[in-house]
């Protein structure tokens, strides 16, 4: 039992120090901006079943934008964001790192709170 708490504290720690590293690299990031368009608006539905039987379902929102250079960028963004972009719109992409930060565009500017 005791062997079982300390493997659920190790990986639990793992997942902190990997999300404040992550946060860190992004922090060190410049702002960039660019010009491009939103092509592709999908949810990825990832389903566990626990041993207990508890069946549990998260969603993530997606959001990939087609730059000026032909490149692609993905985003995991929250309802406000997804439903907020324009799909096939080019305007003008604010992003540091792994963040999306803002888009403006002729339909407007949809931004990161």
């Known amino acids: 039992m005791m062997v079982g ?3 659920f504290i190790l990986f ?3 997942i902190i120090i ?3 590293i ?3 690299n992004n922090e060190k990031l410049p702002v960039l901006t660019t010009k491009a368009r939103l092509i592709i608006k999908t949810r990825d539905i990832h389903t566990d079943v626990h041993v207990n039987g508890a069946i549990t379902s998260n969603t993530d929102l997606i959001l990939v934008f087609e730059l000026d ?3 692609k960028i993905k985003f995991k963004v929250r309802e406000r964001i997804f439903s907020g972009v324009p799909e096939y719109e ?3 992409l604010d992003y ?3 963040r999306f930060l803002k888009f403006r565009s ?3 500017c949809i931004e990161k709170l």
């Open 5 to 7: 708490k300390v493997i």
């Open 12 to 14: 639990v720690t793992s």
């Open 18 to 20: 990997k999300v404040i």
């Open 22 to 24: 992550t946060y860190r």
């Open 69 to 71: 250079t032909g490149s």
């Open 90 to 92: 080019w305007g003008k």
């Open 96 to 98: 540091k790192g792994e």
């Open 106 to 108: 002729a339909s407007g």
